[in-house]
Structures are given as structure tokens and as C-alpha cells.
């Protein structure tokens, strides 16, 4: 049974960092993309950062410059460091393994 779980977030200050970690089982991890998606109250889940299985890595233009994507396969898990936080990346932050497969979030909140 794939499973996927979030951790590392918390409420740090404008201009912080946080890191997220994702802990992955049940699955050949290797084989496919992953990605962070987040998701803010009364606002659609969008795409935070996504890596491929060979490695390609793209951003969504709100976080380009800020965060990076990383992922361990012999670990199985998947990073996102975030720097320079913003009170609107305020969200709850999700792991996904590759089309359907969802963790239960982590919630990021950024507030002085």
C-alpha cells in the first residue's frame, strides 16, 4: 500500500525558512515523478514544484527562486526547502507520487 507522509512545517516568520520532508512506502519509488503541491483556504490546490524520474525539475512561478525540489531515492523521500517565506505561502502542503497518489499535508503557516 503506497504511503506517503509529510513533515516539517510549522509557522515561522516572513522572510524564514522552512524545510519539508516526505517519507515514502509501499511503492518502487524510483519509478515515477513526484511533486508539492499546496493548497490555501478558499483557493484550488496548485503546483508548488515537481522532479521527474530522471531528475528534470520545474517550479511554479510564484516560489521560482526561493524553493528547491530535491528527492532521495535510496532514501525514499522527497525535500522541499523553502526560503524567504511569504505570508502568502500560507497553505497546507501536499507530497504526491506520481498521478494519484496524495500524502495527508503539512500545514505551512507564515505570520509575524
Known amino acids: 500500500q503506497v504511503q506517503l507522509v509529510e513533515s516539517g512545517g510549522g509557522l515561522v516568520q516572513p522572510g524564514g525558512s522552512l524545510r519539508l520532508s516526505c517519507a515514502a512506502s509501499g511503492m518502487i519509488f524510483s519509478l515515477n515523478g513526484m511533486g508539492w503541491y499546496r493548497q490555501a483556504p478558499g483557493k484550488e490546490r496548485e503546483l508548488v514544484a515537481t522532479?521527474?524520474?530522471?531528475?528534470?525539475?520545474s517550479y511554479g512561478d510564484s516560489v521560482k527562486g526561493r524553493f528547491t525540489i530535491s528527492r532521495d531515492n535510496a532514501r525514499k523521500a522527497l525535500y522541499l526547502q523553502m526560503n524567504n517565506l511569504k505570508p502568502e505561502d500560507t497553505a497546507v502542503y501536499y507530497c504526491r507520487y506520481g498521478m494519484n497518489y496524495w500524502g495527508q499535508g503539512t500545514q505551512v503557516t507564515v505570520s509575524s
Open positions: 522532479v521527474t524520474v530522471r531528475g528534470s525539475i
